[in-house]
Nanobody, 133 residues
């Protein structure tokens, strides 16, 4: 069955960095768009970033553009989120998720419509990121 397992969260001071990882299994990883979505306390899910199946194309929410970098290693079935210059507002549970459709069918849609999360079908358990001084 499909499994997405995030790791790498933790506590960091403002301005610091963290690297999240998501290990995937149970599907042909290299054929699916992958994404990161976060949820801050008391707030709705917020789309963060998305990467094409081959890793060549990436998209970011305006709130993280220039600070976060998404990448993937298809040989390791893993997607990453490098987070630099972290701010208190980045505090959230970060979830790894996959598009329900193969071959990048929906790639880029969320960059225009970030609330369209219904096409993501499997989610990890989440990893907590806390930014505070």
């Amino acid at each position: 069955q499909v499994q997405l397992v995030e790791s790498g969260g933790g506590w960091v001071q403002p301005g610091g960095s963290l690297r999240l990882s998501c290990a995937a299994s149970g599907f042909i990883f290299s054929t699916y768009t992958m994404a990161w979505v976060r949820q801050a306390p008391g707030k709705e899910l917020e789309w963060v970033s998305e990467i094409s199946s081959g890793g060549e194309t990436t998209y970011y929410a305006d709130s993280v553009k220039g600070r976060f970098t998404i990448s993937r290693d298809n040989a390791k079935n893993t997607v990453y989120l490098q987070m630099n210059s972290l701010q208190i507002e980045d505090t959230a549970v970060y979830y790894c998720t996959k598009d329900s459709r193969p071959n990048d069918y929906g790639l880029g849609a969320r960059s225009q419509h970030p609330t369209w999360l219904g096409d993501y079908d499997y989610w990890g358990q989440g990893t907590q990121v806390t930014v505070s001084s």
